[in-house]
């Protein structure tokens, strides 16, 4: 990848802005004080989230379709860079909710939908890692995939839907805006720096593995 040094270095100039964006150009939250800016983290990593399990639902449909290897390679990446920021969100949300509601969990409707479309897919990934890599495993794990990202539809109504207690529609101010969608970008070059790294990661580890059993077979004959 040619352009992953001009992307590394954009990702680390903006780390440094979007900090300064978010901890010092946004004015002090009245009602919560510091612990708002956890906010300009915490959303752009649950879209990110959503969006590394909406790929990887879409890649592993199209394996289910068409059987290549390709599909099944982007589909895992997808989900383990999901992952990776699902991470994120369900750690800066116990610490935003230890500072909103006074407890570092609660059974609330987003929440806890949350946490279990992150367990779908941390029972993909260790179905990937431990399973083996046979077809039947490829199988089961992309109906899993399909089966699990319709959950997003449910973590996205919960507030609405069950009467959470979870901020939704927040009401911003400009400067809020600007910081919000600034980690956002710096987010996205992160994600899909990630997404392509692991994915030849992937790819490569699948063609040493298919030179191998080639070779077995030459050395067998």
């Given at each position: 990848?040619?352009?992953?040094?001009?992307?590394?270095?954009?990702?680390?100039?903006?780390?440094?802005?979007?900090?300064?964006?978010?901890?010092?150009?946004?004015?002090?939250?009245?009602?919560?004080?510091?612990?708002?800016?956890?906010?300009?983290?915490?959303?752009?990593?649950?879209?990110?989230?959503?969006?590394?399990?909406?790929?990887?639902?879409?890649?592993?449909?199209?394996?289910?379709?068409?059987?290549?290897?390709?599909?099944?390679?982007?589909?895992?990446?997808?989900?383990?860079?999901?992952?990776?920021?699902?991470?994120?969100?369900?750690?800066?949300?116990?610490?935003?909710?230890?500072?909103?509601?006074?407890?570092?969990?609660?059974?609330?409707?987003?929440?806890?939908?949350?946490?279990?479309?992150?367990?779908?897919?941390?029972?993909?990934?260790?179905?990937?890692?431990?399973?083996?890599?046979?077809?039947?495993?490829?199988?089961?794990?992309?109906?899993?995939?399909?089966?699990?990202?319709?959950?997003?539809?449910?973590?996205?109504?919960?507030?609405?839907?069950?009467?959470?207690?979870?901020?939704?529609?927040?009401?911003?101010?400009?400067?809020?805006?600007?910081?919000?969608?600034?980690?956002?970008?710096l987010m996205m070059i992160v994600f899909f720096?990630?997404?392509?790294?692991?994915?030849?990661?992937?790819?490569?580890?699948?063609?040493?593995?298919?030179?191998?059993?080639?070779?077995?077979?030459?050395?067998?004959?």
């Amino acid at each position: 990848m040619k352009a992953f040094p001009l992307f590394a270095g954009l990702a680390a100039l903006g780390m440094l802005a979007v900090h300064y964006l978010a901890f010092v150009y946004v004015p002090m939250e009245v009602t919560m004080g510091a612990s708002q800016r956890i906010f300009y983290i915490h959303l752009p990593s649950a879209w990110l989230c959503y969006l590394g399990f909406v790929i990887s639902f879409v890649a592993s449909l199209g394996y289910l379709i068409n059987r290549k290897a390709r599909w099944d390679a982007a589909a895992v990446t997808a989900a383990e860079v999901g992952l990776i920021f699902g991470v994120v969100v369900l750690v800066t949300g116990p610490l935003w909710a230890k500072a909103a509601w006074g407890v570092w969990w609660k059974w609330e409707p987003r929440l806890t939908t949350m946490a279990i479309l992150f367990m779908i897919f941390s029972g993909y990934r260790l179905l990937r890692a431990f399973g083996g890599d046979g077809p039947g495993v490829r199988v089961f794990a992309a109906v899993l995939a399909v089966f699990g990202a319709p959950q997003i539809y449910f973590v996205h109504i919960a507030v609405s839907r069950w009467q959470g207690d979870h901020p939704n529609n927040v009401v911003m101010e400009p400067e809020m805006r600007v910081a919000l969608y600034s980690n956002l970008g710096l987010m996205m070059i992160v994600f899909f720096l990630l997404l392509r790294l692991r994915y030849r990661v992937r790819r490569d580890a699948l063609t040493v593995s298919a030179l191998k059993r080639r070779l077995a077979r030459m050395g067998a004959g």
